[in-house]
């Protein structure tokens, strides 16, 4: 009988996060699994990890709000140090429970925002954010200037991601700050419509228009 990690592997591979929804709804372990999985964010399979987690814990909170909420907090457990461990994707996986079940997260955007205090969770935080405006739902009002104060950030990373959520958001930034980025020749990668790829902080600026208008 196969085992339930080559189940989840193989649903990652094939992007089935409908099996991997369902296998969720009856092995508590998919959700470690998928945990384990997204520490290479530089890896696809990562990144649909990240993307499944959501759809699994949408899913188990349809039948258990109460399951639901024990794996936010165990998400949220992971960031802290008296965890242990690092919880480097957590702030993404938390945004993928907010677009999949809003009406339940809505919690959480602000404490999602409040780790960009933490650098190693900054990217994961820009991301997030993005991911929740792509998504047509609201961002914390302390976003904007984090985002602005970051389209400056030494990290290419970083100031990618501030550029893509800048856009997201239609947040306006000087001209200065605008013409400076699309000479930015950096690249960073950015996981969107269920592709990874790698995109050049200046081709995002080129499309501006009137501020960080991203198309």
Request: contains cysteine; charged residues 20%; glycine residues 6%.
């Amino acid at each position: 009988m196969p085992s339930i990690k080559k189940d989840v592997m193989q649903a990652l591979l094939d992007a089935d996060f409908a099996l991997i929804a369902e296998l969720a709804k009856q092995h508590k372990r998919v959700f470690s699994i998928l945990i384990s999985v997204t520490f290479d964010k530089e890896s696809l399979i990562a990144w649909r990890a990240i993307e499944a987690m959501g759809v699994a814990v949408g899913a188990v909170a349809d039948e258990s709000p109460a399951k639901a909420r024990d794996i936010i907090r165990r998400l949220l457990w992971s960031v802290t140090e008296e965890s242990g461990s690092i919880g480097w994707s957590a702030p993404e996986m938390l945004a993928e429970a907010v677009v999949n079940r809003p009406g339940q997260f809505l919690d959480l955007p602000p404490i999602i925002l409040s780790l960009s205090d933490e650098p190693p969770f900054l990217r994961g935080v820009l991301w997030a954010m993005g991911r929740l405006a792509e998504a047509g739902l609201g961002t914390p009002h302390k976003t904007r200037p984090l985002v602005l104060e970051c389209l400056s950030h030494p990290d290419p990373a970083v100031r990618g991601l501030a550029v893509w959520t800048a856009g997201q958001m239609k947040i306006s930034a000087t001209d200065q700050v605008a013409a400076a980025l699309a000479r930015d020749q950096a690249s960073f990668s950015l996981y969107r419509g269920g592709k990874l790829v790698s995109v050049r902080i200046g081709d995002l600026a080129s499309s501006f228009s009137h501020g960080l208008q991203v198309k």
